[in-house]
């Protein structure tokens, strides 16, 4: 592809002269992820001034317009723009939060030194997702600096909350009308490979046992004891299992890849099914008073979790069906929180925008799958935006220790925003 400019001056494709400026800068982006790293930034407690100032003076530094907006004083969102309204709007979403780091003593380096080791990058949020945020800041920079025309918009937006659930990050930027647009690519981790185009749903849910309290040493012959009927009902639970989706054969294809790329990731048997059935999880019980009473009272916090093709209110109906088929009394639930699974159609020209410049920039087949689990995706695809997370990671080390990213990976994923904003605006 040539573009013929002013004086006639034939060049080569835009997208091959941006791409070898950021081989021929990478230094830069290299060093702009081990700043953003150096930074502290973990949420809790989530002291967000220095790394929003931090970020916002790189903007500056290109001449690049934002705001910062301020659902709650603690919370700063940086909105950057830049192109033209008329066109297509492209959202690239990052959060600059990362999870605590933890006990030290785990860490073979300082998680906040950002150093660069055997190509590496090390520190805590470097897959997770600074490394994916220095990309997209660095993309964009770079589209600056060149003056490249842009029919359309891009807006960045970066949150400060993602690893706390997003209240007052990118849920509140969509539902207050702050993001809307054609696109959005979220930075967050997936592999250099890989592209998230669709996740799974929830139902975070509480269920309640109350019994009768005797002495300990009586049981069972006197009292009810909640603890022991909760684990009755948890145990008939397990028939949400069995609830799976059945899908078109786009879909179905997908699912099939997805269980693929789950069970190479995760690396044991059958963990691809994850993708297409309910899974619950009990994360937490309480109940009981002390070891020689019986217990008058149980609690269970659960997390079960949707594919596509299943809904929220299948799986509370199911839910109430088994507890009317136990017929046990005394015994309640709460739904606390619940989403649907989403997705993006493989059809879209935004997978296959990002598809075709990954393989491109890394010389080697992309897949496009299912998450297991959810994210800030979520609400962007139910505003109706055509939504794919896409960042580098070593996925090892998120949310744990010795976490680092591929400085390769971090040019890759740079040539890869670069060559869908060329593609899409």
């Avoid at 700043?35 to 929003?52: A, D, Q, V």
């Avoid at 960042?391 to 670069?418: M, R």
Wanted: hydrophobic share 40%.
């Amino acid at each position: 592809m040539l573009f013929i400019l002013e004086g006639g001056v034939i060049l080569e494709s835009i997208k091959s002269v941006l791409w070898e400026k950021i081989d021929d800068k990478k230094d830069e982006l290299i060093s702009l992820c081990s700043k953003l790293i150096s930074i502290n930034s973990e949420n809790p407690p989530g002291n967000m001034e220095e790394i929003t100032s931090f970020i916002c003076s790189y903007l500056d530094d290109k001449g690049i317009s934002y705001e910062i907006v301020r659902p709650r004083e603690d919370r700063p969102n940086i909105i950057a723009k830049m192109g033209n309204k008329g066109g297509k709007t492209l959202i690239i979403n990052g959060h600059s939060d990362v999870v605590p780091v933890g006990d030290l003593s785990k860490w073979d380096f300082d998680p906040f030194s950002g150093e660069v080791v055997d190509g590496k990058v090390l520190g805590r949020g470097t897959s997770d997702m600074k490394g994916g945020l220095a990309s997209a800041l660095f993309a964009m920079g770079l589209l600056k600096d060149e003056n490249i025309n842009i029919d359309g918009e891009i807006v960045l937006t970066v949150v400060p909350d993602e690893e706390t659930g997003g209240e007052f990050g990118t849920s509140w930027l969509v539902e207050n009308g702050y993001c809307s647009g054609d696109y959005c690519i979220i930075a967050e981790p997936t592999d250099i490979d890989n592209i998230e185009v669709g996740q799974r749903g929830q139902v975070k849910a509480n269920l309640c046992c109350e019994g009768v309290s005797a002495h300990g040493s009586l049981w069972p012959y006197v009292g009810d004891n909640a603890i022991v009927k909760l684990m009755g009902i948890l145990n008939e639970f397990n028939k949400l299992t069995e609830l799976k989706g059945s899908y078109d054969d786009e879909i179905q294809k997908v699912i099939d890849e997805s269980k693929e790329v789950a069970e190479k990731c995760i690396g044991v048997k059958n963990v691809g099914n994850i993708i297409d059935h309910v899974t619950v999880n009990v994360g937490k019980i309480t109940g009981g008073t002390k070891r020689n009473m019986v217990a008058d009272y149980a609690e269970a916090q659960l997390d079960i979790r949707i594919p596509l093709g299943v809904t929220t209110v299948m799986v509370i109906d199911e839910m109430e069906k088994i507890l009317n088929n136990l017929n046990v009394e005394d015994v309640t639930y709460d739904v606390i929180g619940r989403s649907e699974a989403n997705k993006v159609s493989v059809k879209s020209d935004l997978v296959q925008s990002v598809k075709d410049n990954a393989q491109n920039a890394i010389g080697k087949n992309v897949t496009a799958t299912y998450q297991w689990a959810s994210s800030d995706a979520l609400y962007f695809r139910k505003a109706g935006i055509d939504t794919i997370q896409y960042g580098p990671a070593n996925t090892e080390g998120i949310h744990s220790y010795n976490e680092n990213v591929d400085v390769a990976d971090l040019i890759s994923a740079s040539k890869v925003y670069v060559g869908a904003v060329l593609d899409l605006l």
